[in-house]
């Protein structure tokens, strides 16, 4: 996570490479097609990952409903082979991080207890 977060801040940081960018990761969204079934982007983080499951804990109940409710839909437009409705797809603007700032959290907590459980006496 930590890497990927340092390739977007040097992108993001270099305005001709981002602008180079951005359509190609915009055209490739629309081509993987989870938006398509009502999915939004954090919902295919790997949930067997320990981070992902502490984070999961942590989201508030309303938000944990709606990422259930988005993946069961998903799941139901995979077994019937459909997809929704154009109204219903995720807009690239409603496709915001909500899980993001939780796995952030947890890793500057496991980054500080490796750090004090590597503190030694002396």
Known sequence: MAA????TNYIIARPKLFNFIKPIA?????????RKVGL???DLLREES??????????????A????????????CSVTHTLLP???WIKAEEDV?????YIEEIEKEEAERKMFDALTRK
């Open 4 to 7: 990927v977060k340092q390739i």
């Open 26 to 34: 915009d055209r490739y969204c629309d081509l993987a097609g989870y």
């Open 40 to 42: 939004l982007y954090e």
């Open 50 to 63: 320990h981070t992902v499951q502490l984070a999961l804990k942590r989201l508030p109940p309303r938000i």
């Open 65 to 76: 409903y709606d990422r259930a409710f988005r993946i069961r839909r998903a799941l139901q």
């Open 86 to 88: 154009k109204e219903e």
């Open 97 to 101: 991080p909500y899980l993001s700032p």
